[in-house]
């Protein structure tokens, strides 16, 4: 398993922006890809953002254009810069880490964007 440790959610006003930080265990070297999810209440738990060892990168269409996922591939930190959010954009974020040992997940960190 890869440890995962987050920070950067909050409360934000519609338009508002928030900027997530996700330190793994492990670098990005070690492992296949990085990235975050998200689970609103009732909901299932939806790619919002992916990057791989590689430098590949994959946004869920309700967040290209406002969203940016970086990473620091040495550190095995990955970071999601939100832009112009919306209150659909509300929900716990999780940071993923995809091995060879499988899926690691975050704790979450909760996002709330009031309208």
């Known amino acids: 398993q890869v440890q995962l440790l987050e920070s950067g959610g909050g409360l934000v006003k519609t338009g508002g922006s928030l900027r997530l930080s996700c330190a793994a265990s492990?670098?990005?070297?070690?492992?296949?890809?990085m990235g975050w999810y998200r689970q609103a209440p009732g909901m299932q738990r939806e790619l919002v953002a992916t990057?791989?060892?590689?430098?590949?990168?994959r946004y869920a269409d309700s967040v290209k254009g406002r969203f940016t996922i970086s990473g620091d591939a040495a550190q095995g930190t990955v970071y999601l810069q939100m832009n112009s959010l919306k209150p659909e954009d509300t929900a716990v974020y999780y940071c993923?880490?995809?091995?060879?040992?499988?899926?690691?997940w975050g704790q979450g960190t909760q996002v709330t964007v009031s309208s």
């Open positions: 492990r670098t990005l070297f070690t492992m296949h890809a």
């Open positions: 993923n880490a995809r091995s060879g040992v499988g899926d690691s």
């Open positions: 990057i791989t060892s590689g430098g590949s990168i």
